[in-house]
C-alpha cells in the first residue's frame, strides 16, 4: 500500500476547498429564482430516487412537467443525475405536443358567459322565437353577429340546460293575463269569524288590469241568488270586461255563469284544486286579511261591512301599488304630482297625515303652509 506523504494530503484538501469556496461564490452571484430552481430540481430528483429504492417505478407525468418546468430557469445539465438529458428532452417535447394538441381544440371557441346568458334570456322571455329570429335581432339591434346555429346551442331548456329546445307555439299564461288584464274581473270569497263565533262571507271583485276593487260585500247566506246580485252591480252598467274569472265553489251555479253570460261576459272556471290559477284575487284577499281582518274582532255583519268599505276607499285610492310602477289604482284628481326632489321637501310644504280605520293605517299627503 502505497502510503501518502502528510503535505500531499493536506493540499488536496486545500484545493478540494477551494473549489467548493469557488461553487459558494459563484452561487452566491446567481440569481434567487434560479437557485431556488436548482434546489427543488434536486429536492425531487431525490424524493424519485428514493420511492425508487422502496418500490421501483417510473417519473409520474406531474413530475416529467415540474422537471421541465424547472429546468427552465437554470443550466439544468450538470444538476440532472437521475435520468438522461435526452429522456429530460423527450419529456419537454411531449409537454409541448400536450400544449399544442390543447391549444388546436377543434369547433368554435365558446361565446363570453354575459353573451350566453343574453341568448338564454331572449330565448325564454320570448317562447315563439326561433334561433334566426334571435340572431337577426342580436345583429340588427345590438350589432352582434352570431351564427342561428351557435344561438341554439345556448337556447335554454325547459330543464335549464343549454343545446337547444322545442319551439314553442302558444305563449304564457302571464302574458294572456296581462294582454287581457283590462277586461278581465276575477272574484272570490273569504270567510270572517265575528266576536260571537258567527261565520260570514265576504265578496270581492277586481279589475286586474288596473287592481281597482270593484265591489265588495257581506253576507252570512252565500246563495247563488245573492252571488248573481253582485254579479249584476258590477256587470250591469256599460263596460268593456270580456271575461269573468271565478272558482269552482258551491256559490257558482250553472245560472251565475248564464247571467254572467247574459250580462255580456265570457265566464272562465279556474282548475279543480288550483287557487292559483285566479293568483290576483288570491294576493287580494291576503293583503286584506293583512291589512285589515288581522286586527278586527267583527261585531256584526254591518259592522265588517263599514270597515271593509272603509278599506276598500284606502285599497283603491290611498294604498300603492308595487305591481303598478308603483302607483295607485283610482288616484283622485286632486292629487298633485310632486316633484322628485330627493330627500328635501321644498320650504313652504309639510307633510300632513290621515288616519285609516281608526290609526291601523295613514295616508300622507303634501300641502302648502298658509302664508
Not at 293568483?279 to 265588517?304: Q, V
Not at 330627500?343 to 300632513?352: A, E, F, G, H, I
Request: hydrophobic fraction near 45%.
Amino acid at each position: 500500500m502505497q502510503c501518502v506523504e502528510p503535505w500531499v494530503h493536506v493540499g488536496r484538501m486545500m484545493a478540494a476547498l477551494a473549489i467548493d469556496l469557488g461553487r459558494f461564490l459563484g452561487a452566491t452571484l446567481r440569481l434567487r429564482t434560479a437557485l431556488a430552481a436548482e434546489n427543488l430540481f434536486l429536492r425531487k430528483q431525490l424524493a424519485l430516487y428514493r420511492e425508487r429504492q422502496v418500490k421501483p417505478r417510473r417519473a409520474s407525468d406531474p413530475m416529467r412537467l415540474a422537471l421541465v418546468l424547472l429546468a427552465r430557469c437554470f443550466a439544468w445539465r450538470e444538476a440532472l443525475i437521475i435520468v438522461q438529458p435526452a429522456t429530460l428532452v423527450r419529456w419537454h417535447r411531449e409537454a409541448f405536443r400536450f400544449l399544442w394538441r390543447w391549444r388546436s381544440r377543434p369547433g368554435r371557441p365558446r361565446l363570453p358567459a354575459e353573451f350566453q346568458r343574453l341568448i338564454a334570456a331572449m330565448a325564454r322571455d320570448n317562447p315563439t322565437w326561433g334561433e334566426e329570429r334571435i340572431a337577426a335581432e342580436l345583429l340588427v339591434k345590438l350589432g352582434l353577429r352570431v351564427s342561428p346555429r351557435t344561438v341554439r346551442r345556448y337556447m335554454a331548456r325547459e330543464g335549464g340546460r343549454g343545446g337547444g329546445r322545442s319551439r314553442a307555439t302558444g305563449q304564457r299564461w302571464a302574458t294572456f293575463v296581462r294582454n287581457h288584464a283590462q277586461a278581465l274581473v276575477a272574484s272570490d270569497f273569504c270567510v270572517v269569524v265575528t266576536v260571537t263565533f258567527r261565520v260570514l262571507y265576504v265578496f270581492v271583485a277586481l279589475e286586474i288590469g288596473s287592481r281597482r276593487l270593484l265591489h265588495l260585500n257581506v253576507t252570512a247566506h252565500p246563495t247563488a241568488a245573492w252571488t248573481v246580485q253582485q254579479f249584476r252591480e258590477v256587470l250591469a252598467a256599460p263596460h268593456a270586461y270580456r271575461f269573468v274569472l271565478h272558482d269552482r265553489d258551491s256559490f257558482s251555479s250553472p245560472c251565475l255563469d248564464a247571467a254572467g253570460t247574459a250580462m255580456g261576459g265570457r265566464i272562465l272556471r279556474t282548475p279543480v284544486h288550483a287557487p292559483q290559477a285566479n293568483a290576483y284575487c288570491e294576493r287580494l284577499l291576503g293583503s286584506l286579511r293583512r291589512e285589515c281582518l288581522d286586527f278586527l274582532l267583527p261585531l256584526g255583519e254591518a259592522h265588517l261591512r263599514r270597515n271593509l268599505r272603509a278599506w276598500r276607499r284606502h285599497y283603491n285610492h290611498g294604498r300603492p301599488h308595487a305591481s303598478l310602477g308603483p302607483g295607485l289604482p283610482e288616484p283622485p284628481p286632486e292629487l298633485p304630482v310632486p316633484p322628485i326632489t330627493g330627500p328635501r321637501l321644498p320650504r313652504d310644504t309639510r307633510v300632513v297625515a290621515q288616519a285609516i280605520l281608526g290609526g291601523l293605517h295613514h295616508e300622507y299627503s303634501v300641502e302648502k303652509l298658509a302664508a
